[in-house]
């Protein structure tokens, strides 16, 4: 991969911003208008009030009141500032809700696309309409084996791959399937067993347990993992969008 890093006319360097997100882009003024919101609120409710959790139905019918208002002329308030802290109010509340932090019951919005008369439909039906790919008969829902990198330089850089392989554990368990994280089963054994008795495990549950990977990046272990699996067939998942999501499916609703 080509060396991607910043260096300014003094010589000095930093990794590249590509990712991250252009934050100095971003304007003062909407972040001034809701900091007034904020203030209100906390005179009203106290500090951080609206973190505690709330359903999203409630920020997403103020948001739309909001605009409406707006679109209508009324200037009793800062209407737009409202309608914008609202949706950030949603979305801060969705991204808690994934993490786990906040209860999934939160999440209250209807789902549109969710697929009517279920029971009518052959497997293979269901899973070219939820986006499974074509050219697999996997049944609906997969035991997903979840590859990425463990091994670090350092024991908090470990600790952060064991993080994000962990929540996208829970995340596909949140999708309706079953999933098996690695990294937390056989954490508590690094540095006290080689990597060949590890990896024979893995590879025998990826044989004997896994209809689909997900490939979280790239590392040594993982791209065995990977190789495995595509040559066993398995369907590959490389981002949580092109995992179905089967909680809204007639057959699972029990999982809500």
């Not at 359903?55 to 309608?83: C, N, Y």
């Not at 209809?211 to 040594?220: E, H, K, Q, R, T």
């Amino acid at each position: 991969m080509a060396d991607q890093r910043r260096t300014a006319v003094t010589g000095a360097q930093r990794d590249a911003r590509a990712g991250k997100g252009r934050y100095d882009l971003a304007s003062p003024f909407p972040a001034a208008r809701k900091a007034k919101i904020f203030e209100r609120g906390a005179e009203h409710y106290g500090d951080r009030n609206w973190e505690q959790g709330m359903p999203l139905s409630w920020f997403l019918d103020s948001t739309e009141r909001h605009i409406v208002q707006a679109k209508m002329g009324m200037t009793d308030e800062d209407h737009w500032g409202a309608a914008s802290w609202n949706l950030d109010a949603l979305m801060h509340t969705q991204e808690m809700i994934d993490r786990g932090i906040l209860p999934a019951e939160l999440n209250d919005l209807p789902n549109y696309i969710g697929i009517a008369g279920i029971a009518d439909r052959t497997p293979a039906q269901c899973a070219a309409e939820i986006g499974l790919p074509a050219s697999t008969s996997s049944p609906l829902k997969h035991n997903i084996y979840v590859a990425g990198p463990f091994t670090a330089m350092s024991d908090a850089a470990r600790r952060d791959n064991i993080s994000r392989a962990s929540t996208i554990g829970w995340q596909l368990m949140r999708k309706g399937h079953r999933a098996h994280v690695p990294h937390a089963a056989t954490c508590r054994w690094h540095g006290r067993l080689g990597r060949e008795p590890i990896m024979d495990l893995d590879l025998s549950i990826i044989d004997a347990w896994a209809s689909a990977l997900f490939y979280m990046a790239p590392s040594l272990g993982a791209d065995v993992e990977l190789a495995r699996a595509e040559e066993n067939g398995l369907v590959i998942f490389r981002s949580l969008e092109e995992v179905p999501d089967l909680r809204n499916l007639h057959t699972q609703r029990e999982w809500r």
